[in-house]
């Protein structure tokens, strides 16, 4: 069967150290892989995009590996902030027409000064 | 730019009734857009595709009979939830898509901020 998988539990980390994000898939053959921000109550927030034939890609503080090999990818904060503390989700594209997404149930991230 | 907006933000309704929520992209065009429903500490489950001018399409194990999408303008697509029930409530959420950025090919998703539907 497909999967997406992340780690559902919670990830506490000290402020200023780097969280790593993991985001497995199954039985999946995605285009590209894209990572988003969800606040309590809110709509997602897009961060980041990368394609099947991209290993990494970085966006200020953010930094994204995506391994078709392994089918995984990593998703990293550095420097982190208290205002980082969110719940972080990846989200599958199989770059078919109509660009639907397929997502992880998401990480929830804790960053305590 | 790239600003979604929805209404209500949140609907308390009664068993039975039925709700309409309206999903707007604000600064752009879109002729598709996504509805998501989501369940406290679950992802997002895609409900169905609205395409502007034409009929929506919806994911497996969704019953269009009971969330109608109309989609009637490049601007403005609606959810309504008919006759609903108790196990309905949940934050619906819609999404838009973006430019496509350099690559034209695969688009990233702006999101609205959702809605809270109670059904008592």
């Known amino acids: 069967s497909q999967k997406i998988e992340q780690n559902s539990e919670a990830l506490n980390i000290q402020e200023g150290k780097t969280a790593t994000l993991t985001c497995n898939y199954t039985?999946?053959?995605?285009?590209?892989l894209q990572w988003y921000r969800q606040d309590p109550g809110r709509g997602p927030v897009f961060l980041l995009l990368?394609?099947?034939?991209?290993k990494e890609k970085r966006k200020e503080r953010l930094k994204v590996t995506f391994d078709t090999t392994l089918k995984q990818s990593l998703f990293h904060i550095t420097a982190s902030q208290p205002a980082d503390s969110a719940t972080y989700l990846c989200?599958?594209?199989?770059?078919?027409?109509?660009?639907?997404?397929?997502f992880g149930g998401g990480t929830r991230v804790l960053v305590k000064p | 730019g790239a600003v979604v907006s929805q209404h209500p933000s949140w609907v308390i309704c009664k068993s039975g009734t039925s709700v309409k929520i309206e999903c707007r992209s604000l600064?752009?065009?879109?002729?598709?857009m996504f509805w998501y429903r989501q369940f406290p500490k679950q992802s997002l489950m895609l409900m169905a595709t609205?395409?502007?001018?034409?009929?929506?399409?919806?994911e497996q194990g969704v019953e269009k009979d009971k969330f109608l999408i109309n989609h009637a303008s490049l601007t403005l697509s609606t959810l309504t939830v008919t006759s609903a029930h108790p196990e309905d409530s949940s934050f619906y959420i819609c999404?838009?898509?973006?430019?496509?950025?350099?690559?034209?090919?695969?688009?990233?998703?702006?999101f609205g901020p959702g809605t809270r539907l109670t059904v008592t």
């Open positions: 999404s838009a898509p973006g430019s496509g950025g350099a690559f034209k090919s695969s688009y990233e998703q702006y």
């Open positions: 039985n999946y053959s995605p285009a590209y």
């Open positions: 990368i394609r099947e034939n991209e």
């Open positions: 989200a599958l594209d199989m770059g078919a027409a109509g660009n639907k997404l397929t």
């Open positions: 600064d752009f065009q879109a002729t598709t």
């Open positions: 609205s395409n502007e001018g034409s009929k929506a399409t919806y």
